[in-house]
């Protein structure tokens, strides 16, 4: 539980087994502020503690943390009516680069 801008808002993290990785879209809805973070190793200063807005241009925290960690931040985009549904990756490029390998 974080106070952010006079509110409570409640911030968890769960770490997924290759297996779980099939229900990754039912967690990720359209709007929520939902990340996927995809880690090498966990970062012993996750930012976790100091939440998330949601918003890639609000959360440089969680943001740099990740592709400081050799990492891949996932955020779903678009709503089910859009014509560009999908998801948006930001890390490294050569880590980015990967997923296409």
């Known amino acids: 539980m974080v106070e952010q801008r006079r509110k409570l808002k409640f911030f968890g993290a769960v770490r997924l087994d290759a297996n779980a990785l099939s229900l990754v879209p039912e967690t990720m809805q359209p709007g929520s502020c939902t990340y996927l973070l995809a880690l090498p190793n966990i970062a012993p200063n996750f930012p976790e503690s100091s939440g998330w807005l949601g918003q890639l241009n609000e959360d440089f925290e969680l943001i740099q943390s990740n592709v400081k960690n050799d990492g891949i931040i996932f955020q779903r985009v678009g709503y089910?009516?859009?014509?560009?549904?999908?998801?948006?990756?930001?890390g490294k490029p050569d880590v980015v680069e990967r997923l296409t390998e």
Request: charged share 25%; proline share 9%.
């Open 80 to 90: 089910f009516d859009d014509p560009e549904v999908g998801l948006v990756a930001l």
